[in-house]
């Protein structure tokens, strides 16, 4: 039986959690876009779980 070396193939990993970035300045709790999110993530949620009732 004959030994075959494998390579590693040409793959980047993606960024592990502790490489992501966690802040960009700017407060969320004060910002238009943060509640924007927010309320977006609200009416969505609350329709999905009205419409199961």
Do not use: N, W
Request: aromatic share 8%.
């Amino acid at each position: 039986m004959s030994e075959t070396a494998l390579t590693a193939p040409d793959v980047t990993l993606p960024p592990t959690q502790a490489e992501l970035p966690y802040d960009d300045g700017e407060p969320m709790e004060e910002s238009q876009r943060h509640k924007l999110q927010m309320d977006l993530c609200y009416y969505k949620q609350h329709a999905i779980f009205c419409k199961q009732e």
